[in-house]
């Protein structure tokens, strides 16, 4: 639960768009599996695009820490994004906390 306060931390500080790197231990609360037992929507990501773009580009139903929620193989700055992968960007109700 403290990884997703910091990563809303950097989100809100624009500090994800840089690309910067720095070391945090990242601490799954969520199992891998049941993030896709959850995900009924999804986005597949176009060359350029940022984290902010899929949030606009899917009408700002979600927020920065639910996509890395959803996404936890993105990191913090989103600055691994590949063209071409879908990633979650909806999820049935009830879905894991984020």
Do not use: H
Request: glycine share 8%; aromatic share 10%; charged share 15%.
């Amino acid at each position: 639960m403290a990884v997703i306060g910091i990563r809303s931390f950097l989100c809100i500080l624009g500090i994800a768009s840089l690309g910067t790197t720095a070391a945090i231990e990242k601490v799954d609360t969520v199992q891998e599996w049941q993030l896709s037992q959850y995900c009924n929507e999804y986005y597949t990501i176009s060359n350029g695009d940022t984290c902010w773009d899929i949030i606009a580009r899917n009408q700002n139903r979600f927020t920065m820490s639910q996509l890395l929620c959803w996404n936890n193989d993105i990191n913090p700055w989103c600055s691994n994004l590949i063209p071409g992968r879908q990633v979650c960007v909806g999820v049935q109700r009830p879905g894991p906390v984020c």
